[in-house]
């Protein structure tokens, strides 16, 4: 009915159900499912500076700002569609998600990434999926509709300062890597602790630094 609802003559679509015309979904929650991507980003450029970029379009976009610098493609993602499809691919929208937080809102971000995610792939749009999870009871969310064995994508930026956020955050990369079982995880920030145990059991970890979007290595497990 949400769908019907929006095509009305003068409806404006402010559940932006048009994203998800030809989603499927997985898990409780109905989270739009992300077709499999094994593919490895090799530079990565922010949201906000692609909108600026001219020339370099051999990166992949991703969202590790502030939300409020790209809060913006989740209320016009059609305006930016023709921006993104000039590049390699995209990371899915890193939404905040705290451990802290209501858990409603962490459900209601995890859906606003796989929904921009999933639309960006029905228009061509290669897509690797930004694995954020707040406290345990998200741990397995983040993973509904997410292709095991492939690439995924996590932020580590800011999760592993504090001690008590530090260990919420191994303990989710644990699960999401015992449960997904991924090819390559590519981490934004600094590698957390449990990534030798995860190079240990076969998975290809990568470090991409924010200090510069160029400045990255590859660690083969």
């Given at each position: 009915m949400s769908k019907e609802n929006c095509k009305r003559g003068g409806c404006v679509d402010v559940f932006h159900a048009s994203l998800l015309e030809r989603a499927r979904y997985a898990g409780e929650y109905d989270l739009p499912v992300l077709k499999e991507e094994r593919e490895i980003p090799r530079k990565l450029i922010t949201f906000s500076r692609a909108l600026r970029e001219k020339h370099d379009y051999h990166q992949w976009v991703c969202f590790y700002e502030d939300d409020f610098l790209f809060e913006r493609i989740w209320n016009?993602?059609?305006?930016?569609?023709?921006?993104?499809?000039?590049?390699?691919?995209?990371?899915?929208p890193d939404?905040?998600?705290?451990?802290?937080?209501?858990?409603?809102?962490?459900?209601?971000?995890?859906?606003?990434?796989?929904?921009?995610?999933?639309?960006?792939?029905?228009?061509?749009?290669?897509?690797?999926?930004?694995?954020?999870?707040?406290?345990?009871?998200?741990?397995?969310?983040?993973?509904?509709?997410?292709?095991?064995?492939?690439?995924?994508?996590?932020?580590?930026?800011?999760?592993?300062?504090?001690?008590?956020?530090?260990?919420?955050?191994?303990?989710?990369?644990?699960?999401?890597?015992?449960?997904?079982?991924?090819?390559?995880?590519?981490?934004?920030?600094?590698?957390?602790e449990c990534s030798s145990e995860l190079k240990r059991n076969g998975i290809n970890i990568m470090v991409i630094k924010p200090v510069s979007f160029h400045s990255q290595k590859e660690v083969k497990g």
């Open positions: 016009s993602p059609n305006k930016y569609l023709p921006i993104l499809s000039r590049f390699d691919g995209i990371i899915t939404f905040s998600v705290y451990y802290d937080m209501p858990f409603a809102m962490q459900v209601w971000n995890i859906f606003r990434a796989r929904t921009i995610g999933s639309w960006l792939q029905q228009n061509g749009i290669k897509v690797i999926p930004n694995i954020r999870f707040g406290d345990d009871r998200s741990f397995d969310i983040c993973c509904d509709g997410i292709s095991r064995h492939s690439t995924i994508a996590i932020g580590s930026l800011g999760c592993i300062k504090d001690k008590e956020y530090r260990s919420v955050f191994n303990a989710g990369v644990r699960h999401v890597a015992e449960k997904l079982k991924p090819e390559t995880i590519v981490f934004y920030g600094a590698a957390p």
